[in-house]
């Protein structure tokens, strides 16, 4: 195809993209590199017939035009970034010098916002991962071994979780879960204990909310396990039974190599998906314990009064530096297929 | 062989079915229970006395004097205005597939045919796009919306979901368009056919297939998006899903609860209805690319 050919046929689709995904990128950088104005004070004197006393009261017309003519901020560098809500620099050190041991000064460090989001997030991530994995091969295979009828009833019924969106997925569970929800009160009853509640320690809150994102993500493991099940060659399955291979060998000896490849996909996909988490947060309420990354930039945006355009871009930043890291796996493996393709 | 390979044993179909019937409880029970509370009153739904109150409705009877009620879809949609989250969510889901596909089905054409280097690096960038988590996008969206004035309204969110679309599309259909063969094309340039004559007569009526799939990757994205509904649009332009966060919000109705609860069940069941007429299309979706690599 000719370039001039191409290039009318991608414009609509390649315009759209640089001004909604790529601008955006580059608009967030940029407004991390501000911080909102500080406030104007000013001097007041107060007389009475007692004396004058001097207040210190913000000049709220001054702070207005300096916002007007300067909307963004000042001019704030990489302060945003080392600040105490995201890289936490000084408080590291001061932390560092201060904590008698490894344990205290591990402590102090996750407590600061950002790094706590960080460690619920990758947790979030690698605890999803592996189960959703084996549970979603096990459904696949389970379910390929079904007669045909049934199979398709069988597949929507699987496929649920993944397909309503993750504030609904995790309001319908949290409502069975909850203290007074079916399951939470029953598991009260059964234990005799009247506090025992999702919201009663920091673990439960987060042992729910790995669930969830088991719960959400298994179908999709399922349906690409299922599909890769069958492409599984006919061949070296004959061979093996002739050669007397029970069904576990042959489950564990020839299926399970030909899906290596797709587990690997999935692997990556779900630890991308899965690094953005922050809708079950909402959906569970369980904003006190558990923060993400996206949820601190969520929050940083949500008052429609005052938001702080630098703080949720310099978080953003961060997110996409992890997401980054994340990714290359999976662009090398893109790269060489393209490169055998060609 | 054939049949014996497919042969099971006793215990097998056995483990198999408390397995299946396992993993389905897990999954469809929970939208079952929600759909049955949400024609019952608070007070049964989160029953801490008696979870078989939710059952029998004891307590629904008592308020109502029946045993189920529609009270809390009449109010959630009229009082609670649901009913123009609804309309929101149509526009705005109607648009954003038209429009993605539209833009998809050119631009997915033009990456399947053209033979230069270039089409790889776009491929890549667009990869990496679909990567990016989308609040990170929204967070560079707000400040220039509010600057140029477009915050709030429909036709900003729809765009903008358009564009988050794109890469995804743009894969999916590649891949389509990718298998279809190019001698189909290139035999109508060879007849004097332009390259949108080509599309428009040779490649147009055989793309459905692929482009119902797309369609139902971009209908589910703009139905379901939370993250840039929420952000991007004000109170009154809410679609649904972000309307059923207000609901949890605010604590001035008592009956707030339930709206949501019979929200969530008028949003889940048309997204339900689509996925089982459309059920085959969405599976070979989301597994184009990792089975044909």
């Given at each position: 195809m000719p370039h001039k050919t191409f290039f009318w046929f991608f414009f609509p689709t390649g315009l759209a993209m640089i001004l909604f995904i790529g601008l955006p990128i580059v608009s967030s950088f940029f407004q991390s590199l501000h911080i909102e104005?500080?406030?104007?004070?000013?001097?007041?004197?107060?007389?009475?017939?007692?004396?004058?006393?001097?207040?210190?009261?913000?000049?709220?017309?001054?702070?207005?035009?300096?916002?007007?003519?300067?909307?963004?901020?000042?001019?704030?560098?990489?302060?945003?970034?080392?600040?105490?809500?995201?890289?936490?620099?000084?408080?590291?050190?001061?932390?560092?010098?201060?904590?008698?041991?490894?344990?205290?000064?591990?402590?102090?460090?996750?407590?600061?916002?950002?790094?706590?989001?960080?460690?619920?997030?990758?947790?979030?991530?690698?605890?999803?991962?592996?189960?959703?994995?084996?549970?979603?091969?096990?459904?696949?295979?389970?379910?390929?071994?079904?007669?045909?009828?049934?199979?398709?009833?069988?597949?929507?019924?699987?496929?649920?979780?993944?397909?309503?969106?993750?504030?609904?997925?995790?309001?319908?569970?949290?409502?069975?879960?909850?203290?007074?929800?079916?399951?939470?009160?029953?598991?009260?009853?059964?234990?005799?204990?009247?506090?025992?509640?999702?919201?009663?320690?920091?673990?439960?809150?987060?042992?729910?909310?790995?669930?969830?994102?088991?719960?959400?993500?298994?179908?999709?493991?399922?349906?690409?396990?299922?599909?890769?099940?069958?492409?599984?060659?006919?061949?070296?399955?004959?061979?093996?039974?002739?050669?007397?291979?029970?069904?576990?060998?042959?489950?564990?000896?020839?299926?399970?190599?030909?899906?290596?490849?797709?587990?690997?996909?999935?692997?990556?996909?779900?630890?991308?998906?899965?690094?953005?988490?922050?809708e079950p947060i909402i959906g569970f309420s369980a904003e006190g314990v558990a923060q993400s990354l996206s949820w601190m930039i969520y929050q940083d945006l949500r008052n429609e009064n005052k938001m702080l355009f630098g703080s949720a871009g310099a978080t953003s930043m961060l997110t996409i530096v992890g997401i980054a890291i994340l990714l290359t796996p999976v662009l090398i493996r893109t790269w060489r297929e393209f490169r055998t393709e060609r | 062989?054939?049949?014996?390979?497919?042969?099971?044993?006793?215990?097998?179909?056995?483990?198999?079915?408390?397995?299946?019937?396992?993993?389905?409880?897990?999954?469809?029970?929970?939208?079952?229970?929600?759909?049955?509370?949400?024609?019952?009153?608070?007070?049964?739904?989160?029953?801490?006395?008696?979870?078989?109150?939710?059952?029998?409705?004891?307590?629904?009877?008592?308020?109502?004097?029946?045993?189920?009620?529609?009270?809390?879809?009449?109010?959630?949609?009229?009082?609670?205005?649901?009913?123009?989250?609804?309309?929101?969510?149509?526009?705005?889901?109607?648009?954003?597939?038209?429009?993605?596909?539209?833009?998809?089905?050119?631009?997915?054409?033009?990456?399947?045919?053209?033979?230069?280097?270039?089409?790889?690096?776009?491929?890549?960038?667009?990869?990496i796009f679909r990567a990016m988590p989308h609040i990170t996008l929204v967070s560079g969206y707000l400040f220039p919306f509010f600057q140029l004035n477009i915050w709030g309204i429909l036709p900003t969110t729809i765009i903008v979901l358009v564009a988050i679309n794109q890469p995804f599309t743009l894969w999916l259909l590649y891949s389509f368009f990718k298998t279809v063969p190019k001698e189909l094309d290139e035999s109508a340039l060879i007849d004097g056919c332009s390259y949108f004559q080509a599309f428009r007569y040779i490649i147009m009526p055989v793309m459905w297939p692929g482009v119902i799939t797309a369609g139902l990757f971009s209908l589910m994205l703009a139905y379901n998006d939370f993250t840039v509904t929420a952000l991007l649009l004000n109170q009154e332009n809410y679609t649904m899903v972000p309307k059923i966060n207000a609901y949890l919000g605010t604590i001035e109705h008592g009956g707030n609860y339930m709206w949501a609860v019979a929200s969530v069940v008028s949003a889940t069941a048309p997204l339900f209805m689509i996925v089982m007429f459309f059920q085959r299309q969405l599976i070979s979706g989301l597994t184009t690319g990792a089975v044909k690599g």
């Open positions: 104005t500080e406030q104007i004070l000013m001097e007041v004197e107060n007389c009475d017939p007692f004396g004058c006393e001097t207040n210190v009261r913000v000049d709220l017309e001054a702070t207005a035009k300096l916002k007007e003519q300067n909307p963004l901020g000042r001019f704030n560098g990489f302060g945003t970034y080392a600040d105490r809500n995201h890289l936490a620099f000084d408080e590291i050190g001061e932390a560092w010098k201060s904590s008698s041991s490894m344990s205290d000064f591990k402590d102090i460090v996750l407590n600061l916002p950002f790094y706590k989001a960080l460690l619920f997030t990758l947790t979030f991530c690698f605890a999803v991962t592996p189960p959703v994995i084996i549970l979603g091969f096990f459904v696949a295979l389970s379910i390929n071994t079904l007669a045909k009828i049934m199979k398709g009833p069988t597949i929507f019924g699987a496929i649920l979780p993944m397909i309503v969106t993750p504030l609904i997925g995790s309001l319908v569970l949290f409502w069975m879960i909850d203290s007074q929800g079916i399951i939470g009160a029953t598991i009260q009853i059964l234990f005799d204990d009247q506090n025992l509640s999702l919201k009663a320690s920091s673990n439960l809150t987060w042992i729910t909310l790995i669930i969830y994102g088991i719960w959400h993500n298994t179908p999709f493991a399922f349906v690409v396990f299922y599909a890769a099940l069958q492409t599984v060659p006919h061949d070296p399955i004959e061979a093996a039974l002739i050669d007397g291979a029970s069904r576990f060998q042959r489950v564990r000896y020839i299926v399970i190599p030909h899906l290596y490849p797709v587990a690997t996909f999935i692997m990556l996909i779900c630890l991308m998906d899965n690094f953005r988490v922050f | 062989m054939e049949s014996k390979i497919n042969k099971y044993s006793k215990q097998l179909i056995i483990l198999n079915s408390i397995f299946i019937l396992f993993w389905l409880t897990i999954s469809v029970f929970p939208f079952i229970w929600t759909f049955w509370g949400s024609f019952k009153v608070k007070a049964d739904f989160f029953s801490r006395a008696d979870w078989t109150y939710a059952i029998s409705g004891f307590n629904t009877l008592i308020e109502t004097g029946a045993t189920t009620t529609i009270k809390a879809y009449i109010e959630s949609w009229i009082e609670g205005e649901f009913l123009r989250a609804t309309m929101n969510t149509m526009i705005v889901t109607v648009s954003v597939v038209t429009i993605s596909l539209f833009l998809g089905t050119l631009g997915a054409y033009a990456l399947s045919r053209s033979t230069y280097k270039y089409t790889f690096y776009i491929l890549i960038a667009a990869l």
